[in-house]
């Protein structure tokens, strides 16, 4: 299958290999694996600092009630599953340029 330019392949903008279906700019599926694997890492770390933090921050101001330590307990987690998705995001972004 030819692309609209003219090229039935297209390098990887990072290692340079000719894949088939690939547009200009774009990373083959083993760059892509590896980026993805290391912008997982780099998540998972900044995610669970965030989260220490919070949980810290939320453990000294909160009433002794089995209430509010529930509730606290929640976001703590909400807080992580929304740092953790962000960071992913933003360092998938930032490890693809």
């Given at each position: ?5 003219g090229?039935?392949e ?6 340079g290999?000719f ?13 892509l694996?590896?980026?993805t694997?290391?912008?997982n ?6 995610s669970?600092?965030?989260t ?5 921050y939320v ?8 209430t509010a ?8 987690v909400?807080?992580?599953l ?10 998938l972004e930032?490890?693809?340029?």
């Open positions: 299958m030819r692309l609209p330019s090229f039935a297209v390098p990887c903008a990072r290692c290999s894949t088939p279906g690939l547009a200009f700019g774009e990373l083959c599926r083993d760059c694996k590896v980026t694997a290391r912008a890492r780099v998540a998972r770390l900044i669970l600092a965030v220490a933090l919070a949980a810290a453990s000294l101001r909160i009433p002794p009630t089995p330590r529930m509730w606290a307990a929640i976001c703590v909400v807080v992580y929304i740092v953790r998705r962000v960071a992913k995001k933003v360092a930032h490890l693809r340029g």
